[in-house]
């Protein structure tokens, strides 16, 4: 009956005799044998490390354990996002989960204990370095899988992934944290194979699901338009509502007050894609026989790098003192996109290098990283020269505002079929492109931001003039 009556202490690997014996006085006594913890081994604080970027604190987004989970190395124990990416909280240690430091939502600081993990292994783990984080952005347990001789690090998702497409994952180069190979490894391990791009993961189907449904609006009348957009009917409250920044919207804030230190210059100039329009009418099945969806946002991508090769001080970056000028060899072009998350702008690695078809390709993963919230911490930094298609929501013209450490951003309105005068002053049809760019007036000045508009329009109006200036 004693037996029954015992109680561990977790944290000083004593037996308690409690209330429930028939002592009156608790009586504490060190057995190895009756002590599960002195067993199982040392909790150890799993405290949440560097993740980079200079970023102290992340919120956590989700927890994919709770108290008294088992959980072995490499299992997905939260979601965590910074001012820069969202990142999943990975274990280091087999063990039991005895403590969440913090909740959903809550403001977690880099180097405090994120969680306690009782470990079934003995003391010496303790010496091991806490590593916790990795830019992966899978649900799926990670795990050890062992490929020609050596350890070839990679989920479950990942490894059927691959096993679906005959991808050998000793042949696929992993950019995750300790060369673990991420679905985003796979995809262009396949697009550069293949040039397919495949559906979106269900992560993000279940990650909709999940969310509430919205209201329904209310049946339209008859007599409006049948393309007036449904939108849901609007909850009215009764009581103001205030709520920390957090994340995404807390980065962008300080993004943008970093913003208003720049003097912009404005340009605002207008473009005729009836030839690019035509050209994509024809390239476009071609495209997506191979697996890639063919907008127009990869010609107006690589028109930029174009132009950029001429004017190089527009893929510059100023440092904070304003004493030097960086002139970037790398085109890393980004796109400003609209996601449930917020905006962002992940943007394409090496332009200069890349095919019309190959930006493509790369924007598709992309949006499809966007749209199902898993856009990396790779995906987001790093970029030099931003376009943001603001007319893909609507309207003609925009300020854009430069992301430091840029030097100049531009907008794009919506394309719209308007009358002009062709050059036989015939009246036409024509598919006009609003453009509307801002530049770091310290370093650039008017003639050299019109110049290279310039040169942008030339390259979009005769799209066949790219031909010769392609790399």
Not at 203 to 231: C, G, I, N, Y
Not at 450 to 468: D, T
Request: hydrophobic share 40%; aromatic share 6%.
């Amino acid at each position: 009956m004693l037996f029954r009556r015992l109680e561990t202490c977790f944290l000083h690997r004593f037996v308690c005799c409690r209330a429930g014996c028939q002592d009156k006085e608790p009586l504490l006594v060190f057995s190895p044998l009756l002590c599960p913890v002195a067993w199982s081994g040392p909790i150890m604080q799993f405290k949440l490390s560097d993740i980079g970027e200079g970023i102290m604190e992340v919120v956590v987004k989700e927890w994919y354990v709770k108290e008294g989970d088992k959980v072995s190395q490499f299992d997905s124990i939260c979601e965590v996002q910074s001012d820069k990416a969202s990142v999943t909280i990975t274990s280091r240690y087999d063990g039991v989960i005895r403590r969440l430091h913090y909740a959903a939502d809550d403001t977690a600081l880099v180097g405090k204990p994120l969680v306690d993990i009782e470990t079934d292994t003995g003391p010496e783990v303790a010496q091991e370095e806490d590593v916790v984080e990795t830019p992966a952005m899978s649900r799926e347990e990670h795990t050890h899988q062992e490929i020609k001789g050596h350890k070839t690090q990679a989920t479950p998702a990942v490894r059927r992934l691959a096993l679906e497409n005959n991808i050998k994952l000793s042949e696929v180069v992993g950019t995750g944290k300790d060369g673990r190979i991420l679905k985003e490894d796979i995809l262009n391990f396949l697009a550069k194979q293949t040039g397919a791009i495949l559906p979106p993961s269900p992560f993000h189907e279940t990650r909709e699901s999940q969310r509430p449904k919205e209201v329904q609006p209310a049946s339209l009348p008859a007599s409006l338009p049948a393309s007036l957009p449904a939108r849901p009917q609007p909850v009215l409250s009764s009581q103001d509502v205030t709520e920390p920044l957090k994340g995404f919207h807390r980065a962008m804030m300080k993004t943008m007050t970093a913003a208003l230190k720049i003097p912009h210059f404005g340009l605002c100039d207008e473009v005729d894609l009836s030839r690019l329009a035509a050209l994509r009418s024809d390239l476009r099945g071609i495209s997506e026989a191979r697996g890639v969806k063919l907008s127009y946002m990869p010609f107006f991508i690589k028109a930029a790098s174009l132009g950029l090769l001429h004017f190089p001080v527009l893929n510059a970056s100023l440092d904070e003192a304003s004493q030097n000028i960086t002139y970037k060899a790398a085109h890393n072009i980004g796109l400003a996109m609209d996601t449930s998350q917020g905006l962002l702008v992940p943007n394409v690695k090496n332009v200069q290098l890349l095919s019309v078809f190959e930006i493509a390709r790369e924007l598709n993963r992309l949006q499809v990283l966007g749209s199902s919230g898993q856009l990396g911490t790779s995906d987001l930094t790093g970029g030099t020269f931003t376009l943001s298609n603001i007319g893909s929501i609507g309207g003609t013209y925009a300020k854009p505002v430069i992301l430091p450490p840029e030097v100049a951003i531009g907008a794009l309105g919506k394309i719209q079929i308007l009358p002009r005068f062709d050059s036989n002053g015939e009246l036409v049809k024509a598919h006009i492109l609003n453009v509307s760019w801002s530049a770091d007036h310290r370093v650039i000045d008017g003639a050299t931001m019109c110049r290279f508009s310039n040169l942008w329009r030339q390259y979009l109006e005769n799209p066949a003039s790219m031909v010769l200036d392609l790399k």
